[in-house]
């Protein structure tokens, strides 16, 4: 199972390049100085264009030389952006005292840095950030140097018109950043859980082709190893048991014998129901459980509701599909398996229903069952435990989050075509009242969509000498 870690959501590097900031802030002194010279020179309204121009100065200088500086630097960190976007709330915030205040119209541009900061920064920059924005636009709705018209008349809005614009604006930065940092969180969380999902499926991609890589291995030396065993057993045969070289072929017999036990070991998974390419899903299932046989708890494997490996219940030959060992299916459902074992008492049953059309995998767990409110969160990567168990008995079970488990064996067997139902076991009492004694998840498949066929007949399984129970 792979564990990832919600915080690693909130980074200590933005990840934003420093030429992105750069150039953006260019854009930004062009328009400026474009906004100024038309309001100066064609609409001719009088306002402080002097302290205006040497603000857009030395936004140049700051520019260059964080052009220079930042030249060798791919990526800035948080603290460095977070200086950046400052600055530019600054210098925006200086532009319009000299300018008319909250009353100029580009002040709209204002809630710009800390909408940005919303999709790159950790949560206590861009509180900061949206804390110095309304600031900035309390002090400029109070004190500002006043623009006038040709005429000399200052352009000034209603006073409660300038107060409504001022809330608007605060409001705006609240709902805008916080909307941009939801989509963001909720981005990340799918990239995060998209990259387990990955690392995930290549890790089994990665044992399949090693358990086939061994199985050749074992075939291909079968051969050369019994060649020098028979041999070294003729030698043996004719030498007298006093001869000095009689001990070192000894050896050599012996550890021949050792080795072909050994690469008989390491290909068994190969050689055992085609495992590399084709396997029965029974089989399949058995495979997938494999890696929690250790676990103090038990399973029971059932197929069309009977227990298999139980006396007196004989295990005939069954019309059950062969599926491709694919890495989505078997390690889909071995994250089913292993979140059912995580929650369960002492006992999970698997139950593989097989009919004409359907294949049904039923995983059942004597747990405490899911909450109610589950069903809207129940694929959502990352989710935290306390976020949706209420029930005290199941939390402290174990402190990980659920979410990143069930959205991995979502995603894989969405791509084997399966369909995923949760609900809870429940039994009535005596009393005629309804109580949960455990949690089942339902696994579907259409029949056609995974099976393989072997020639023109459904392939059946032969009885398996392995007991499963």
């Known amino acids: 199972m792979i564990n990832y870690n919600k915080k690693q959501i909130y980074l200590n590097e933005s990840w934003i390049k420093p030429k992105t900031l750069i150039n953006l802030r260019w854009l930004a002194i062009a328009g400026q100085g474009v906004a100024i010279s038309v309001t100066y020179f064609i609409l001719e309204f009088t306002f402080n264009v002097q302290a205006c121009i040497f603000i857009i100065l030395f936004s140049c200088i700051v520019n260059l030389t964080t052009s220079i500086y930042f030249r060798t630097e791919k990526r800035l960190s948080a603290l460095k952006t977070f200086l950046f976007l400052s600055f530019d709330l600054t210098q925006i915030s200086l532009l319009l005292l000299f300018s008319g205040g909250i009353s100029n119209p580009f002040s709209i541009l204002m809630i710009v840095p800390t909408i940005v900061s919303a999709s790159l920064l950790p949560i206590a920059y861009l509180i900061t950030l949206g804390i110095m924005t309304?600031?900035?636009?309390?002090?400029?709705?109070?004190?500002?140097?006043?623009?006038?018209?040709?005429?000399?008349?200052?352009?000034?809005?209603?006073?409660?018109?300038?107060?409504?614009?001022?809330?608007?604006l605060m409001v705006t930065v609240s709902f805008l950043g916080g909307y941009a940092r939801r989509v963001f969180l909720d981005n990340s969380s799918m990239n995060k859980a998209l990259q387990a999902t990955q690392a995930a499926?290549?890790?089994?991609?990665?044992?399949?082709?090693?358990?086939?890589?061994?199985?050749?291995?074992?075939?291909?030396?079968?051969?050369?190893?019994?060649?020098?065993?028979?041999?070294?057993?003729?030698?043996?045969?004719?030498?007298?048991?006093?001869?000095?070289?009689?001990?070192?072929?000894?050896?050599?017999?012996?550890?021949?014998?050792?080795?072909?036990?050994?690469?008989?070991?390491?290909?068994?998974?190969?050689?055992?129901?085609?495992?590399?390419?084709?396997?029965?899903?029974?089989?399949?299932?058995?495979?997938?459980?494999?890696?929690?046989?250790?676990?103090?708890?038990?399973?029971?494997?059932?197929?069309?509701?009977?227990?298999?490996?139980?006396?007196?219940?004989?295990?005939?030959?069954?019309?059950?599909?062969?599926?491709?060992?694919?890495?989505?299916?078997?390690?889909?459902?071995?994250?089913?398996?292993?979140?059912?074992?995580?929650?369960?008492?002492?006992?999970?049953?698997?139950?593989?229903?097989?009919?004409?059309?359907?294949?049904?995998?039923?995983?059942?767990?004597?747990?405490?069952?899911?909450?109610?409110?589950?069903?809207?969160?129940?694929?959502?990567?990352f989710v935290k435990q306390s976020d949706f168990n209420s029930v005290e008995a199941r939390t402290s079970k174990s402190d990980e989050g659920m979410g990143l488990g069930l959205f991995i064996a979502n995603i894989l067997l969405e791509r084997t075509e399966g369909k995923l139902r949760f609900s809870n076991v429940q039994q009535t009492d005596s009393d005629g009242n309804k109580r949960i004694i455990g949690a089942k998840v339902e696994i579907s498949w259409d029949r056609f969509a995974i099976e393989v066929l072997q020639g023109d007949k459904k392939a059946k399984v032969k009885e398996n000498p392995r007991n499963v129970s």
Do not use: W
């Open 201 to 381: 499926l290549e890790q089994e991609k990665k044992l399949t082709a090693l358990t086939g890589v061994v199985a050749a291995l074992g075939h291909e030396l079968g051969s050369p190893l019994a060649t020098i065993k028979l041999a070294s057993s003729e030698i043996l045969s004719e030498l007298d048991r006093n001869s000095p070289i009689y001990q070192d072929i000894q050896l050599i017999f012996d550890q021949i014998e050792r080795c072909k036990e050994i690469m008989s070991d390491m290909g068994s998974l190969g050689k055992d129901d085609q495992y590399v390419k084709i396997i029965d899903f029974f089989t399949l299932i058995f495979e997938a459980s494999q890696p929690y046989k250790e676990l103090e708890k038990k399973i029971n494997f059932k197929l069309n509701g009977v227990r298999q490996g139980d006396k007196g219940i004989p295990i005939k030959e069954r019309m059950i599909p062969f599926v491709r060992r694919e890495p989505e299916l078997i390690h889909g459902i071995r994250n089913i398996i292993h979140n059912a074992l995580k929650f369960s008492n002492s006992l999970v049953d698997i139950n593989l229903i097989v009919t004409a059309r359907k294949i049904n995998l039923e995983i059942i767990d004597d747990g405490q069952g899911f909450p109610d409110d589950l069903e809207h969160i129940i694929f959502e990567p």
């Open 134 to 168: 309304f600031l900035s636009i309390f002090v400029l709705s109070t004190i500002y140097f006043p623009i006038l018209d040709s005429s000399g008349d200052i352009l000034k809005p209603p006073e409660i018109l300038l107060f409504g614009f001022s809330i608007s």
